[in-house]
C-alpha cells in the first residue's frame, strides 16, 4: 500500500478535511475496511506566506522541498501541497522533489476540460489571483479564465484571511461573496467558477451557483485517492475497475 504525504496546515481547517475526506473516499473507493497510509508535514503557514510577500520564490521553494523531504524520510511515496497558493512554483518544486507530486492545478484544469467548460471565474487568495498560474495551465487546454477587479480581489482576499483561513464562517461575508461572483458570472457569461482556495469551501458549495462549482480541495483529494488506490490494486488486475471506482466516489464540484 502506497503512503501520501501531505504538506499541510496551509491552513489548518483545511489539511483537516483532505485527511478526513482521502480516508473516507478511499475506503469507499475500495470497499474496504482499512485506512489509507498518511503522513502529514504541518508547516508554518506564517512563515511560507513570508516568502510569497517578500517575492521571494527561491526561499518558498526551498520551504516547500524541505517539507517534502521531511514526507519522503516518513515514508512517503509521492507528495501534495494542501493549499492553491505555493502551486506558482510548483513545477520547479516538482523538479527537484525527491518523490513524484501531484498539483492541485493540473488535477482541477482537466476537470475542467473532461466537463467541457470554456469560460472560469477564479477566486482565490491574492497571490493566486494575480500569478496568472491557474491562467495559464487553463489555455493550455483552450479554456479562458478571469479573476475580480482589483476591489473584488480585495473583498475575496478579506473574506479568506484572516477568519476563513482559521475555519470561520460568516453568513454576511457569504452574502457579500456570493452576490460578487453572481454579478461577474452574469456579466461573463462564465460557465463555472474555480474555488481556487482550499478554504473556500468551508463557505462556498455547489448549490450557490447555477454554473459549475471546481472545488479545488476535492478535486484534488479525489486525485489523491485514484492514486492511492491505484498503487493498492497494482499488479492484481483491478487497477482500471478501482480508478472507477474512486471517480465514482467523488465528492464536491458541481457538473
Same mark, same amino acid.
Not at 501534495?80 to 516538482?94: C, K
Not at 525527491?98 to 467541457?116: D, Q
Not at 478554504?199 to 492511492?228: C, K, Q, S, W, Y
Given at each position: 500500500?502506497? =503512503?501520501?504525504?501531505?504538506?499541510?496546515?496551509?491552513?489548518?481547517?483545511?489539511?483537516?478535511?483532505?485527511?478526513?475526506?482521502?480516508?473516507?473516499?478511499?475506503?469507499?473507493?475500495? %470497499?474496504?475496511?482499512?485506512?489509507?497510509?498518511?503522513?502529514?508535514?504541518?508547516?508554518?503557514?506564517?512563515?511560507?506566506? /513570508?516568502?510569497?510577500?517578500?517575492?521571494?520564490?527561491?526561499?518558498?521553494?526551498?520551504?516547500?522541498?524541505?517539507?517534502?523531504?521531511?514526507? /519522503?524520510?516518513?515514508?512517503?511515496?509521492?507528495?501534495?501541497?494542501?493549499?492553491?497558493?505555493?502551486?506558482?512554483?510548483?513545477?520547479?518544486?516538482?523538479?527537484?522533489?525527491?518523490?513524484?507530486?501531484?498539483?492541485?492545478?493540473?488535477?482541477?484544469?482537466?476537470?475542467?476540460?473532461?466537463?467541457?467548460? =470554456?469560460?472560469?471565474?477564479?477566486?482565490?487568495?491574492?497571490?493566486?489571483?494575480? =500569478?496568472?498560474?491557474?491562467?495559464?495551465?487553463?489555455?493550455?487546454?483552450?479554456?479562458? /479564465?478571469?479573476?475580480?477587479?482589483?476591489?473584488?480581489? @480585495? *473583498?475575496?482576499?478579506?473574506?479568506?484571511?484572516? !477568519?476563513?483561513? !482559521?475555519? @470561520?464562517?460568516?453568513?454576511?461575508?457569504?452574502?457579500?461573496?456570493?452576490? *460578487? #461572483?453572481?454579478?461577474?458570472?452574469?456579466?461573463?457569461?462564465?460557465?463555472? @467558477?474555480?474555488?481556487? #482556495?482550499?478554504?473556500?469551501?468551508?463557505?462556498? %458549495?455547489?448549490?450557490?451557483?447555477?454554473?459549475?462549482?471546481?472545488?479545488?480541495?476535492?478535486?484534488?483529494?479525489?486525485?489523491?485517492?485514484?492514486?492511492?488506490?491505484?498503487?493498492?490494486?497494482?499488479?492484481?488486475?483491478?487497477?482500471?475497475?478501482?480508478? /472507477?471506482?474512486?471517480?465514482?466516489? #467523488?465528492?464536491?464540484?458541481?457538473?
Amino acid at each position: 500500500m502506497q =503512503k501520501v504525504g501531505i504538506v499541510g496546515g496551509i491552513g489548518p481547517a483545511s489539511t483537516l478535511d483532505y485527511y478526513r475526506e482521502i480516508i473516507a473516499g478511499y475506503r469507499m473507493a475500495t %470497499g474496504a475496511r482499512d485506512y489509507p497510509k498518511i503522513v502529514i508535514d504541518s508547516v508554518n503557514m506564517t512563515e511560507m506566506l /513570508s516568502f510569497i510577500d517578500g517575492g521571494d520564490s527561491a526561499g518558498l521553494i526551498d520551504f516547500l522541498l524541505a517539507s517534502i523531504d521531511r514526507l /519522503s524520510r516518513a515514508g512517503a511515496d509521492f507528495a501534495v501541497i494542501a493549499s492553491n497558493t505555493p502551486h506558482f512554483v510548483f513545477d520547479r518544486v516538482r523538479e527537484r522533489s525527491v518523490i513524484p507530486l501531484i498539483s492541485i492545478v493540473e488535477a482541477t484544469r482537466a476537470r475542467a476540460a473532461f466537463l467541457g467548460l =470554456k469560460n472560469l471565474l477564479l477566486i482565490g487568495t491574492a497571490s493566486t489571483m494575480s =500569478k496568472h498560474f491557474y491562467q495559464d495551465a487553463f489555455v493550455e487546454r483552450g479554456i479562458s /479564465s478571469f479573476v475580480p477587479s482589483e476591489e473584488g480581489r @480585495i *473583498l475575496v482576499h478579506g473574506i479568506i484571511f484572516p !477568519e476563513l483561513e !482559521e475555519g @470561520i464562517v460568516r453568513p454576511e461575508k457569504k452574502r457579500e461573496l456570493v452576490a *460578487l #461572483c453572481e454579478r461577474l458570472i452574469r456579466e461573463s457569461g462564465a460557465d463555472g @467558477i474555480v474555488l481556487g #482556495c482550499t478554504e473556500l469551501p468551508l463557505m462556498l %458549495g455547489a448549490g450557490d451557483f447555477g454554473v459549475a462549482v471546481l472545488d479545488t480541495t476535492r478535486i484534488h483529494i479525489n486525485a489523491i485517492v485514484e492514486r492511492l488506490v491505484a498503487g493498492k490494486t497494482e499488479g492484481r488486475g483491478g487497477m482500471e475497475e478501482s480508478r /472507477s471506482a474512486a471517480a465514482d466516489s #467523488c465528492m464536491g464540484e458541481s457538473d
